[in-house]
C-alpha cells in the first residue's frame, strides 16, 4: 500500500514555541552532588574519535534517525572542520561502572555528521555529498571517497582536532540531567528522551521510537508530517502510557516518573512476548483517542485550554494527559462520539466554573496535588456523563 501523504501542513513557527516536552524538574540535585565531578580535557582528532564512535562512544542509531541538523548544515559544518574553525567543545561523560565507554551529553549531531560524513551516508541511506559551501567551493558535490584519495585534504580533515572533554565522578543520573537541560538551553533545545535513551537502554525504548516513526494522529496534534527531531512524539506517546498504568506512582518529578516507566516495560518487553501487542493496543487506543477529540473540538483546539470564548493558541500538556487518557477507553470514546456536543460543552463549563481545575491545567507537573485535581476533576466528569471512570496511575499526596 502506498503511503498517504498527512493532509496537514507541519508546525509552523508559532508551534515551535508552544513546547510540549518534558519539563525539567528542579530541586532534584544539590550543590554536593557536583562536589565529585572531574571534567578531563582530552581533545582527539577527528580520524581518532570516528573510530571510536560505535564502540567505545555511544550514539545511539534508534536517536540518531532524528537529525536536528539539515543536510546544508550538516555541509557547513564539515566545511568548518576543513577550513580550521575552532568547533564547540564535545562533552563526554563516563558510563556507570566503565571508565573507557562514553555517553555523549553535548555534541552529539557534531559526531553524528562527521561519522555520516566518512561512512559515506547519511543514517537515511542517502549518499552524503557536501553541498552550499561557501568557501570550498571546489568540493561541492562531492563525497569522503573522492576527496580522501587526494592526501592534502585527507589528512587536513582526519588531522583535524575536536575540543574535547570527558566528565569523571558523576554518582547521580539527576546530575546528568541537570548538565544536559542547561547545555541545550539555547535555540534548538533537545528532548530528554536522547540521554534516557543512553542511561536506560532497551527493547521498549527502541520500539517505542520505531512505533513514533509511523505518522499518525499523535503527529497530526503535534502538527508535524514527519517524525519530530526533538522526540516529542516519543515523549508524549509514553507520558500517556506511564499515566495511564495504574502500577506506577507519579510523585512529582516527571523524569523519575518517565524513567520508571521506561525501565519497567524494557524488563516487559524481555519477560513478557505478550506485552508488545498489549502496547501496541494501548497506543492505537491512545490515537484512536486523538482522532475523536480533534473530530470534537478541532485539530488546532484539542488539547488547548478554553479561555471563555476561545481556545488559547499553546499546546497543552496538562489538557493533553486527561483528555488524551479519558478517549483512550474504549467506552468512554464510543459515548463521545455519540455524544460529540455534550462532551465538548462539559469541557467548557468545567474550564470556566472550577478554578481548582483551571489552576491544575496552568501550573507544571511538579505540584502532585494539581496533578491529582486535574485527573480527578476530569475522570470524575467524564465518569458522570457515560458511567465509566478511565484509569490512571498512582498520585502521591
Not at 506512582?249 to 508488545?276: A, I, V
Request: charged letters at 30%.
Amino acid at each position: 500500500m502506498a503511503k498517504q501523504t498527512p493532509d496537514w501542513d507541519d508546525r509552523d513557527d508559532l508551534f515551535e514555541n508552544e513546547d510540549p516536552q518534558e519539563e525539567v524538574d528542579g530541586g532534584q540535585v544539590q550543590l554536593e552532588d557536583f562536589d565529585s565531578l572531574i571534567l578531563a580535557p582530552s581533545d582527539w582528532t577527528v580520524g581518532t574519535i570516528y573510530e571510536q564512535i560505535g564502540h567505545q562512544i555511544e550514539l545511539d542509531p534508534e536517536f540518531q534517525r532524528r537529525n536536528v541538523w539539515s543536510i546544508s548544515a550538516k555541509s557547513k559544518f564539515i566545511e568548518s572542520i576543513f577550513l580550521g574553525v575552532p568547533i564547540p567543545q564535545i562533552l563526554l561523560t563516563s558510563k556507570k561502572g566503565s571508565r573507557s565507554s562514553f555517553l555523549v551529553l553535548d555534541g552529539k549531531q557534531r559526531l553524528t555528521t562527521i561519522k555520516e560524513f566518512l561512512d559515506g551516508r547519511y543514517l537515511t541511506g542517502r549518499p552524503f555529498k557536501l553541498r552550499r559551501l561557501q568557501v570550498l567551493e571546489q568540493l561541492n558535490g562531492q563525497n569522503w571517497k573522492f576527496i580522501s584519495k587526494q592526501p592534502e585534504w585527507r589528512d587536513r580533515f582526519l588531522n583535524a582536532t575536536l575540543r574535547t572533554a570527558v566528565l569523571r565522578g558523576w554518582e547521580s543520573e539527576a546530575v546528568l540531567y541537570e548538565i544536559f537541560h542547561r547545555l541545550n538551553s539555547g535555540s534548538v533545545r533537545l528532548s530528554p528522551m536522547e540521554l534516557r535513551m543512553s542511561l536506560h537502554p532497551g527493547e521498549f525504548l527502541k520500539f517505542i521510537i520505531k512505533w513514533t516513526e509511523e505518522i499518525g494522529p499523535l503527529h497530526h496534534l503535534i502538527r508535524k508530517t514527519t517524525p519530530d527531531a526533538r522526540m516529542n512524539d516519543v515523549e508524549l506517546a509514553v507520558r500517556h502510557l506511564a499515566f495511564a498504568d495504574s502500577q506506577f506512582e507519579y510523585r512529582g518529578n516527571l523524569k523519575e516518573f518517565l524513567d520508571q516507566c521506561s525501565l519497567t516495560y524494557n524488563q516487559e518487553f524481555e519477560d513478557n512476548p505478550e506485552f508488545f501487542e498489549k502496547i501496541i493496543d494501548r497506543l492505537n487506543k491512545m490515537n484512536a483517542g486523538i482522532e475523536v477529540g480533534m473530530k470534537i473540538f478541532g485539530d488546532k483546539n484539542f488539547c488547548r485550554k478554553w479561555l471563555g470564548d476561545t481556545y488559547e493558541s499553546r499546546f497543552n500538556r496538562a489538557l493533553f494527559d486527561v483528555l488524551v487518557g479519558s478517549l483512550a477507553n474504549d467506552q468512554v470514546r464510543d459515548w463521545a462520539i455519540g455524544n460529540c456536543n455534550e462532551f465538548l460543552e462539559a469541557f467548557k463549563t468545567l474550564s470556566v466554573s472550577d478554578n481548582d481545575f483551571v489552576r491544575s491545567i496552568e501550573t507544571t507537573t511538579k505540584s502532585t496535588e494539581n496533578t491529582r485535581k486535574r485527573f480527578e476533576a476530569w475522570y470524575e466528569l467524564v465518569q458522570d456523563l457515560c458511567g465509566v471512570k478511565p484509569q490512571r496511575s498512582k498520585i502521591a499526596n
